[in-house]
């Protein structure tokens, strides 16, 4: 069964920074393409980031230069660096394998 436990999620300031983690279990992680997605309140999914087994990546423009997705295949965790944080990255983040989701780590940016 696959497992996604996000985590790392907080209330910052705008312009503050938080590592977000994902522990997966229960597939090969390494062999997998991962991805971020976050919903918004009243929003729908918004893809964020994917990397692939290699660890090639691709960022949603409103994310690029700002936002840095890992792996650790040794540890079968995903991450998610958010750098200069702005009010409209708040959401619930959510780490992805195709269609299986975890519970979402909130994000809030607020002064």
């Known amino acids: 069964e696959v497992q996604l436990v996000e985590s790392g999620g907080d209330l910052v300031q705008p312009g503050g920074s938080l590592r977000l983690s994902c522990a997966a279990s229960?597939?090969?992680?390494?062999?997998?393409?991962m991805t971020w997605v976050r919903q918004a309140p009243g929003k729908g999914l918004e893809w964020v980031s994917s990397?692939?087994?290699?660890?090639?990546?691709t960022y949603a423009d409103s994310v690029k230069g700002r936002f840095t997705i890992s792996r650790d295949n040794a540890k079968d965790t995903l991450y998610l660096q958010l750098n200069s944080l702005k009010i409209e990255d708040t959401a619930m983040y959510y780490c992805?394998?195709?269609?299986?989701r975890g519970q979402g780590t909130q994000v809030t940016v607020s002064a």
């Open positions: 990397i692939s087994p290699g660890g090639n990546t």
């Open positions: 229960g597939f090969a992680f390494s062999v997998y393409i």
């Open positions: 992805a394998k195709g269609d299986a």
